[in-house]
């Protein structure tokens, strides 16, 4: 995996329910806070609304280079991910990637807590699921700008729907693994080297 160029701008996408907080971006923001020069560091908390999140994104991010700036997204976040990669055409890493949220979502209407907060709750409501259909787009443009990390062992998604979702990507499949996975720490270095800065 050879990065064009060192990423400058770094964008984390959390999951549903998730925040911050997460393990994962925690992990990433330390590993981005002992990489100097390191990039641009953003890991925004995103709003429950698609349409809100997607709006948040992409104004956050519109003075960015696209050809030196690069996301990470996980689970829902993933999504995210992908819809703004294939508006700016950069990079992006997809962890365990949400593939058809509206069709997942679904059931998950009404009050949710978030995972690492449970006293902050919020409202999934139906106008989400077609706030989602609404951010799906086709196949990627640039499968080249994509890397996947997938766990056959993800409870929550099909891995083989996420790896269809991404045909010509750079995909990790895992033999086992979870849908947090757990096991991040052990992938950054190869993160690290697809987003030129190992």
């Known amino acids: 995996m050879?990065?064009?160029?060192?990423?400058?701008?770094?964008l984390y996408l959390h999951g549903f329910r998730s925040s911050p907080?997460?393990?994962?971006?925690?992990?990433?923001?330390a590993?981005?806070?002992?990489?100097?020069?390191?990039?641009?560091?953003?890991?925004p908390q995103l709003p429950p609304s698609p349409q809100a999140?997607?709006?948040?994104?992409?104004?956050?991010?519109?003075?960015w280079p696209r050809e030196s700036?690069?996301?990470?997204?996980?689970s829902l976040g993933g999504f995210y991910a992908t819809w703004l990669a294939e508006q700016?055409?950069?990079?992006?890493?997809?962890?365990?990637?949400?593939?058809?949220?509206?069709?997942?979502?679904a059931s998950h209407l009404g009050e949710q807590s978030q995972w690492h907060q449970p006293q902050e709750r919020f409202f999934f409501r139906p106008e989400y699921v077609d706030q989602l259909r609404a951010l799906q787009c086709a196949g990627p443009?640039?499968?080249?700008?994509?890397?996947?990390?997938?766990?056959?062992?993800?409870?929550?998604?099909?891995?083989?729907?996420?790896?269809?979702?991404?045909?010509?990507?750079?995909?990790?499949?895992?033999?086992?693994?979870?849908?947090a996975l757990s096991d991040f720490d052990d992938h950054i270095g190869q993160i690290g080297e697809f987003l030129g800065l190992s």
Not at 53 to 63: K, N, P, V, Y
Not at 88 to 105: E, F
Not at 164 to 169: C, L, Q
């Open 53 to 63: 999140a997607a709006e948040l994104i992409a104004q956050g991010t519109a003075s």
């Open 21 to 29: 907080q997460s393990a994962k971006a925690r992990l990433m923001a």
């Open 31 to 43: 590993w981005v806070a002992r990489h100097q020069p390191g990039p641009v560091w953003w890991c």
């Open 141 to 179: 443009q640039r499968p080249e700008h994509y890397f996947c990390i997938i766990a056959k062992g993800d409870e929550v998604l099909d891995w083989r729907e996420m790896t269809g979702r991404y045909p010509g990507a750079t995909i990790k499949l895992l033999p086992a693994g979870d849908h």
């Open 69 to 74: 700036m690069a996301l990470v997204g996980s």
């Open 88 to 105: 700016r055409q950069c990079r992006a890493i997809l962890l365990n990637p949400a593939v058809d949220p509206a069709r997942d979502l």
């Open 2 to 10: 050879m990065a064009p160029m060192p990423t400058s701008h770094l």
